[in-house]
Structure formats: C-alpha cells, structure tokens
C-alpha cells in the first residue's frame, strides 16, 4: 500500500540580498509497499521497541504518465518489414550518387554540395553517408576554404554556410573569413527569400564560435537583431525557418527531434524540396523509430523488475523521460545496447539524485556514500531498509553492464565504473553537508561540485565503453584528454537544469543553486541571476566548441565529442521551458509520442 505523505511547503525568508530557508517536512515510511504492520528503520515503528520518529521530506512528485502496459502495448508497422528496408537501400545508393566524388564536380557548383550535406543532416540521414561526406568536405576545405585567396571570390552564403559546416566537422576556418561582413550586408532585403538564407546562415554560423572571436560576437548580435527585426517582412517559407532558429540556434539544437521537425518543414516549405531526400528522410525515420520503440519496451521491462517504483516511490518515477535522454544522446539504430545501458543509467541516477537531494538523513548518507565506495554487498546490512534495496539493485545493474562489456569486448570496465559513481554519490553528498549545515557555497564553489553531481562524467563513462573500439587503458586516458569537453557539457547540463528547475526546488527548501548563489555573491535580482546564466551558458559553448576542435585530431572518437555535446543540447531541450524531466506535461508527452510512438505519414 503506497504510503500518505504529509507536505507542507518551505517558508522562504528573504532579507536585502541574502536569502535562508527554513524547510519543513514530510513524515512518511520509506518503502511504499510495506504493509503497516512490518517494522522499518525509519517513520514510526508499531513494535513495542519502537525507534525514533525520523522527519523527512517529499518533493511531491507526480507518478509517471506512461504505464507498462501502455508502454509495452506500443507497436509499429515498420518492425520487420522487407519491404522498406528494401526501398531504402534503393533510396541510398541514389542520394550516394548525388555527392561529388572529385574536386571537378564539388565545384558545380559549391553551394549544392553544401547545401545537399546541410540538408543531409538536418533530415536525420547523414549517418549513412558519413565517409562520402567526410571526403567530400576534405576536398572542399583543401580547395576553397583553406586559401584565403579564395575566400574574395565567394558570395556571403557561400562563406556562411561552408564556415558551419566546416567547422561543425573540425576544420580550422578563421573568423577572419568575415572580416567585411558589414559591408557584404549593406543591401541585403528582407523580402528576397536568397537574402534572408544568406542571413540565417550567417546566424547559423555565429554559435560556433571560440572564445575571444570579437568578429562572430558581432556578427551574432547583428544578425539577431535584424532577423528580429525584420522577421514579419519575410517570405513565409524562410520565416518559418528564421523563426524556429530565433528560438534556438541550429548548433544548440537536440539532432533527432531537429530531425522530426525538418522533414516536415523540408516537405511542405523548403524552395527546391529534392523529392529522393524526402522519401529516404521519413523512411529512415520511421523504421529508426521502430528500432527505439523495441529498446523502450525492453528498458521498461528491466524497470518493472527492479520494482523500485513500487519499493522507492518517493523518487521520480521517470523510464520514459529517462530513455528520451538516450534518443537525444545517440539516435542512432546501431547503438541499440548502448541506449538501454543508458537507459538504465538515467533511471539509476535518477532515483540515487532523490534519495541524496529529498529522503535520506545526513547520517544514511554518509553510510550510503561509504558503501558505495567499498562496493561491497556485504556492507548493506549498516543501511536502512530503502537504502539496500537501492544498493542491491545498483550494485548488481552497473556489475551485469561491466561483465557484459568484459564478455563483449574484453574491456575490464568496473573500476572506472566504480570510480565514477562513486565521485558522483561524494559531490551528492558534499551538497547534502551544505543543506543540513545551512552552508550557502559561492557560485564558483556550488558550480566546482556540481560539475560532478549533474552526473554527466557518469553518462560519458559508460558511454565510453560502450562506443570504444579501444583498450580499458586508453579509455582511462581519454577520458583525461577529454575533461574539459565533459565539463563544459556539465556546466551547461547543470545550469540548463539549474534555470528550469530552481523555482519548484527553492519552493520545497533545496539547496541554494546557481542562480541564488549568483543572487547571494552579488546581491542581484533574480533577474538579473537568470541574464548572467543565459550569458554564462553561451561563454561555455564557445569553450565547448573549442575543446570539440582539439579533441578532433586526438585519439577521442568523434561519437564521443557528438555524445558530450548531445547532452548539452538535451539539457536545453528538457528544461528550457521547465522542467520536462522532473514535472513532465502535455509538451513532453507530445514530444514522447512524436519521437517514439507516431510515424511521419508518407505521401
């Protein structure tokens, strides 16, 4: 029988700048499904030696949207079907033939080939097309790009577009290359569809600067505002497209649900819609899309066994939002395992997030995170009851994730795996020592430890062995050539969720987070806490972007760079109007049925 759980809110006392908490709380049983007559080490216990009452708190969670049957009862015309399977390798080896093989026909002319590989991507299919393309920008960058004699002959598109691209693949273009853009723009008119898709590719361009690029930095403030400006002069088939880039930046944007969106787009809106790409784009889409749907089921099942929505139920009940996570990191149909495996990690730090952040005592903790880091199953008879159904459940998942990799590969990957949960459950703990000392840490203090405890290290760890072709030995030493790209994306990763979250979390008594932290260090508004995020996600971008240049020709794999960035790019997704992940609603389950469940029509 779930338990009742008693919730009176926080009082939040503010004075000048400086703001305390003062929480009150729940009084609840830890395991929902135990009867009323079993004892327990925490609530109040019936027995005649009864133990202490012992006051928790509930962040009042609401139980998932999905439930098993429905998730398993999901299915699709696509699974299994020769048919399009059939069609689409038709479809490949055409769209193969349309890129140039040679530099006598990239040149004709230049910005088809461009635009073909932009298109490519932007509909979701380019994996399968990934060395063709390879060559083909190769010869590009070599040819045009790399001499800048070259650069006086092409047009603003040309430059704009080719920059992004080019760069987006790791070429070392100079912003210099828009040196004169002011001067190129001089004439350029709203109402001309070519004009604005000059415009909108500079834009584009803009976010992938490094730091200290003062030209991209204007040319960013410059194209934004006159796209503002001018976006209800445009020709509705280019508005659309400048509109959705506004919003966010095709650079920042999560690639399968970019994806989703673009077909449509292409379909109905784009100038000179290639009738091949289209086909192949809802074709892939729709039988990648069968794929996921049968790793859901199966991460599903793996969820229900572990019970722990039943057992653990003050914690996010959240299978689906956790495997959405996993679409947005790697959509790719190969990478089947590694998005279950992910899965399974999501659900994990999930509840493990809750039991530090909502349910444990100091006391549980320190014994939890001790425990964690002797990894010793012998140890969970020192826990509370909750507490060694967590452990026994986390211990034997991330132990069957490295015997399997040890049996697929031969990597020996538990020590690493170890290593990096356990830093993890110590970052989680160093903020548990804050809330119950009323320790209020400095914005730099809060961002050091939190850099670990929003857990992206753990998801690039696993990821790493399961994407690696390498030894255990050289994964341990790219992961320290690959620090400062896995910081950047948990900056951005924790400040996304820092903006999306911070008022549900301030109202039941957390922690003081970035933006109370900048608020207490400054003595700013809120504001002006929410202006300076927004600035410092863009400064972390630009340090990101860079480490994505030097990590390119190190022996870092390139899907690793693409798992690190699609983190940031999901942070974004999921919390930049909320907080999708914890208090999932109507747009997320509309975002879950488009992804997972619904097929884009052919016509």
Same mark, same amino acid.
């Given at each position: 029988?779930?338990?009742?759980?008693?919730?009176?809110?926080?009082?939040?006392?503010?004075?000048?700048?400086?703001? $305390?908490?003062?929480?009150?709380?729940?009084? %609840?049983?830890?395991?929902?499904?135990?009867?009323?007559?079993?004892?327990?080490?925490?609530?109040?216990?019936?027995?005649?030696?009864?133990?202490?009452?012992?006051?928790?708190?509930?962040?009042?969670?609401?139980?998932?949207?999905?439930?098993?049957?429905? @998730?398993?009862?999901?299915?699709?015309?696509?699974?299994?079907?020769?048919?399009?399977?059939?069609?689409?390798?038709?479809?490949?080896?055409?769209?193969?033939?349309?890129? &140039?093989?040679?530099?006598?026909? +990239?040149?004709? &002319?230049?910005?088809?080939?461009?635009?073909?590989?932009?298109?490519?991507?932007?509909?979701?299919?380019?994996?399968?097309?990934?060395?063709?393309?390879?060559?083909?920008?190769?010869?590009?960058?070599?040819?045009?790009?790399?001499?800048?004699?070259?650069?006086?002959?092409?047009?603003?598109?040309?430059?704009?577009?080719?920059?992004?691209?080019?760069?987006?693949?790791?070429?070392? +273009?100079?912003?210099?290359?828009?040196?004169?853009?002011?001067?190129?723009?001089?004439?350029?008119?709203?109402?001309?569809?070519?004009?604005? @898709?000059?415009?909108?590719?500079?834009?584009?361009?803009?976010?992938?600067?490094?730091?200290?690029?003062?030209?991209?930095?204007?040319?960013?403030?410059?194209?934004?505002?006159?796209?503002?400006?001018?976006?209800?002069?445009?020709?509705?088939?280019?508005?659309?497209?400048?509109?959705?880039?506004?919003?966010?930046?095709?650079?920042?944007?999560?690639?399968?649900?970019?994806?989703?969106?673009?077909?449509?787009?292409?379909?109905?809106?784009?100038?000179?819609?290639?009738?091949?790409?289209?086909?192949?784009?809802?074709?892939?889409?729709?039988?990648?899309?069968?794929?996921?749907?049968?790793?859901?089921?199966?991460?599903?099942?793996?969820?229900?066994?572990?019970?722990?929505?039943?057992?653990?139920?003050?914690?996010?009940?959240?299978? @689906?939002?956790?495997?959405?996570?996993?679409?947005?990191?790697?959509?790719?149909?190969?990478?089947?395992?590694? *998005?279950?495996?992910?899965?399974?990690?999501?659900?994990?730090?999930?509840?493990?997030?809750?039991?530090?952040?909502?349910?444990?005592?100091?006391?549980? /903790?320190?014994?939890?995170?001790?425990?964690?880091?002797?990894?010793?199953?012998?140890?969970?008879?020192?826990?509370?009851?909750?507490?060694?159904?967590?452990?026994?459940?986390?211990?034997?998942?991330?132990?069957?994730?490295?015997?399997?990799?040890?049996?697929? $590969?031969?990597?020996?990957?538990?020590?690493?795996?170890?290593?990096?949960?356990?830093?993890?459950?110590?970052?989680?703990?160093?903020?548990?020592?804050?809330?119950?000392?009323?320790?209020?840490?400095?914005?730099?203090?809060?961002?050091?430890?939190? %850099?670990?405890?929003?857990?992206?290290?753990?998801?690039?760890?696993?990821?790493?062995?399961?994407?690696?072709?390498?030894?255990?030995?050289?994964?341990?030493?790219?992961?320290?050539?690959?620090?400062?790209?896995?910081?950047?994306?948990?900056?951005?990763?924790? /400040?996304?969720?820092?903006?999306?979250?911070?008022?549900?979390?301030?109202? *039941?008594?957390?922690?003081?987070?970035?933006?109370?932290?900048?608020?207490?260090?400054?003595?700013?508004?809120?504001?002006?806490?929410?202006?300076? /995020?927004?600035?410092?996600?863009?400064?972390?971008?630009?340090?990101?972007?860079?480490?994505?240049?030097?990590?390119?020709?190190?022996?870092?794999?390139?899907?690793?760079?693409?798992?690190?960035?699609?983190?940031?790019?999901?942070?974004?997704?999921?919390?930049?109007?909320?907080?999708?992940?914890?208090?999932?609603?109507?747009? $997320?389950?509309?975002?879950?049925?488009?992804?997972?469940?619904?097929?884009?029509?052919?016509?």
């Amino acid at each position: 029988m779930a338990s009742v759980y008693l919730f009176i809110g926080p009082v939040i006392r503010k004075k000048s700048s400086v703001v $305390t908490y003062t929480s009150r709380f729940d009084i %609840c049983k830890p395991l929902c499904s135990s009867n009323s007559t079993s004892s327990s080490s925490m609530g109040v216990d019936t027995a005649v030696n009864a133990k202490p009452l012992i006051v928790r708190r509930s962040a009042n969670y609401q139980p998932s949207l999905w439930s098993f049957d429905h @998730v398993q009862s999901l299915t699709s015309r696509y699974t299994g079907e020769d048919i399009y399977a059939t069609r689409a390798h038709v479809l490949k080896e055409e769209v193969k033939a349309m890129l &140039p093989k040679d530099t006598t026909n +990239v040149g004709n &002319p230049l910005i088809k080939t461009l635009e073909l590989v932009d298109d490519l991507q932007r509909l979701g299919i380019s994996y399968h097309f990934e060395e063709d393309i390879r060559n083909v920008l190769e010869m590009i960058y070599h040819d045009y790009y790399k001499r800048h004699e070259s650069w006086n002959e092409m047009d603003l598109n040309l430059k704009s577009l080719g920059f992004r691209l080019l760069r987006q693949h790791g070429y070392q +273009v100079p912003q210099d290359i828009f040196h004169n853009f002011m001067d190129e723009i001089q004439n350029l008119k709203p109402q001309s569809y070519e004009d604005m @898709v000059s415009l909108l590719n500079l834009y584009e361009a803009s976010y992938h600067s490094f730091e200290d690029e003062s030209i991209l930095d204007n040319v960013r403030d410059f194209t934004t505002r006159y796209l503002q400006e001018n976006l209800e002069n445009m020709d509705q088939s280019i508005s659309l497209l400048v509109s959705h880039a506004l919003e966010l930046p095709l650079h920042w944007r999560v690639p399968r649900v970019e994806a989703k969106w673009f077909i449509q787009v292409y379909d109905q809106k784009r100038n000179g819609m290639n009738p091949t790409l289209i086909e192949l784009a809802r074709m892939d889409f729709n039988i990648v899309q069968t794929i996921h749907l049968e790793d859901l089921k199966d991460s599903s099942r793996w969820w229900r066994n572990m019970k722990w929505d039943q057992k653990l139920c003050f914690a996010r009940d959240r299978l @689906v939002e956790n495997f959405l996570w996993t679409i947005g990191v790697s959509y790719l149909p190969h990478f089947s395992y590694g *998005r279950r495996v992910l899965t399974k990690v999501n659900a994990l730090i999930t509840t493990i997030d809750d039991i530090y952040d909502v349910y444990g005592t100091l006391d549980e /903790l320190e014994k939890f995170t001790d425990v964690i880091d002797r990894w010793d199953i012998n140890a969970i008879d020192e826990l509370p009851d909750y507490m060694k159904i967590c452990f026994h459940g986390f211990y034997n998942t991330i132990n069957e994730i490295a015997y399997n990799t040890l049996t697929d $590969t031969g990597f020996h990957s538990l020590p690493f795996l170890k290593q990096a949960w356990t830093d993890l459950c110590k970052a989680y703990l160093v903020e548990a020592k804050w809330f119950h000392n009323r320790h209020a840490p400095t914005l730099e203090e809060y961002l050091d430890n939190a %850099c670990v405890s929003i857990s992206a290290h753990v998801t690039l760890m696993h990821f790493n062995f399961l994407a690696s072709t390498t030894s255990s030995a050289q994964i341990g030493q790219c992961m320290e050539r690959a620090d400062n790209i896995v910081r950047c994306s948990a900056q951005i990763l924790r /400040l996304s969720d820092d903006l999306g979250t911070s008022a549900d979390e301030m109202e *039941r008594g957390d922690n003081s987070k970035s933006i109370q932290c900048y608020m207490h260090d400054t003595g700013g508004t809120e504001d002006e806490a929410r202006t300076y /995020l927004h600035e410092l996600i863009m400064i972390t971008w630009k340090k990101l972007n860079k480490e994505r240049a030097l990590c390119d020709n190190s022996q870092i794999s390139r899907e690793f760079i693409e798992c690190a960035t699609n983190i940031a790019r999901m942070s974004q997704f999921m919390y930049g109007h909320g907080d999708w992940h914890g208090r999932p609603d109507d747009v $997320t389950i509309n975002h879950v049925l488009s992804l997972l469940c619904d097929p884009i029509q052919e016509i």
